[in-house]
Structures are given as C-alpha cells and as structure tokens.
C-alpha cells in the first residue's frame, strides 16, 4: 500500500519563527489533507490539497502531485500552534480505501 | 455549521459491558467511517459506509459492529469490550470516497477496563 512519510518527526521553535513541514507519499493520490491533533485530542482540518497552494491565515500548503509531495508552512508561529500535524492521504482508485496517515510532526511553540 | 459529532467525548467502561458511540453529520455526505488511534501505531480504519446500508470492513474490524440505517447516522457498537479496544475514536464523513476531503468528529477517548 501506499507509504507516507512527514518531516520532520519533532519540531521546536520560538514564537514567532516561521517553519515548514514536509509529506512525501509513495504513489498517486486523489486525496491529501493536513491535520491539526490539539493537545486534546482533536483532529482539526487544514487544508483538503491533493494538488496545487492554498492559503489560510498564516498557514499555507502546497502539494506537487506529480513529484509526490506537500509542504505544509506555519508562518510567525504562536504558542497555538503546538501540537500533532498529520498529513494523510487516499490511494487513487481504491474505493473505500482508508485515509493512510502519516505518522506525524509534533510541533512545540514556546513563548 | 457543518459538523461530524460525537458522543460521547469520554467513556470508562468494564469488560464485557456492551457499549454504543454515537456519530452524526450533518452535510448530506454519503461516506463515513471510524478510526481508533493508538499510541505508535497512529490511525487505523475499523469500518466505513459508502452508503446507507452499505458496510464494509477496515484494517482493524475485530470486537466492532457498525450500522448505516440512516444516511447522517453512523454508531459503533462494541458488543463485549475488552481493554486491548481502550483508544482515542474518531468518526469521519465525506461527500463521496474522499473527494473534498474529510471531516472528523471531535473524538472519544474510550478506557475499558
């Protein structure tokens, strides 16, 4: 089955720096998403980005289909921010197919 | 607002003391399914619905039942848990196989024990 990997596993910064985070996947997809896991538990969305840039706030995701990657940027970081992100994808043609989820960045913000 | 819910958002049980969490969207989609997450182990599929009255099994489906008698409606049933089922759950739905993404419920966080 399709493979996801996320770097990097641990991230620790400064309120107010800026960061990136990456998701490569090991084939096609028809789905990608970024999550945010808060420290209680909840799987909150970013971005649905299975190809292309969007923009929120200060985050913004892009995703090169064809090269099998999406970056996820946290721009001026807030202590908000901690927590899990989970980029998760669904195998392109697979009918009921699982989101597959990666294992993770956790994201400490310090003030 | 448009919203998977869950309920409820905490649970302690005893083994074998069978238990329903409830989920329910409110967008019209046409797929749901359910995840727990373990520790080292991340997110797994238990169940998922493509449609009402239509189930099919996950990765993980052992020690649960789900049913889809309604198209918002989405609960899972374990019939005797047993404290290996302790985990954080999440229901999920979208509008059909993923497209436009998916939205999760805010989760439960079951102990059996």
């Known amino acids: 089955g399709i493979q996801v990997e996320q770097s990097p596993p641990d991230l620790i910064l400064q309120e107010g720096a800026n960061s990136t985070l990456r998701c490569n996947f090991s084939?096609?997809?028809?789905?990608l998403q970024w999550f945010h896991q808060n420290p209680w538990g909840q799987l909150i969305n970013l971005f649905y980005i299975p190809s292309g840039t969007k923009q929120n706030g200060r985050l913004s995701a892009t995703t090169v289909a064809t090269e099998r990657y999406s970056l996820l940027y946290i721009s001026s970081s807030q202590t908000t921010d901690s927590g899990v992100y989970f980029c998760?994808?669904?195998?392109?043609?697979?009918?009921?197919?699982?989101?597959?989820f990666g294992k993770g960045t956790t994201l400490s913000v310090s003030s | 607002e448009a919203q998977v819910t869950q309920n409820p958002r905490y649970l302690i049980t005893v083994t074998g003391k069978k238990l329903t969490v409830t989920c329910s969207q409110n967008m019209n989609h046409e797929y749901m399914s359910w995840y727990r997450q373990d520790p080292g182990l991340g997110l797994r599929q238990i169940y998922y619905s493509m449609n009402v009255e239509v189930t099919d099994k996950g990765d993980v489906p052992e020690g649960y039942k789900v049913s889809r008698k309604e198209k918002r409606n989405f609960p899972l049933i374990l019939e005797s848990p047993s404290p290996n089922q302790t985990s954080l759950y999440f229901c999920?739905?979208?509008?059909?196989?993923?497209?436009?993404?998916?939205?999760f419920g805010s989760g439960t966080r079951l102990t059996v024990v």
């Open positions: 998760a994808v669904g195998e392109k043609n697979q009918a009921g197919t699982a989101l597959i």
């Open positions: 999920a739905s979208s509008l059909s196989r993923g497209i436009g993404g998916y939205t």
């Open positions: 084939d096609s997809v028809n789905n």
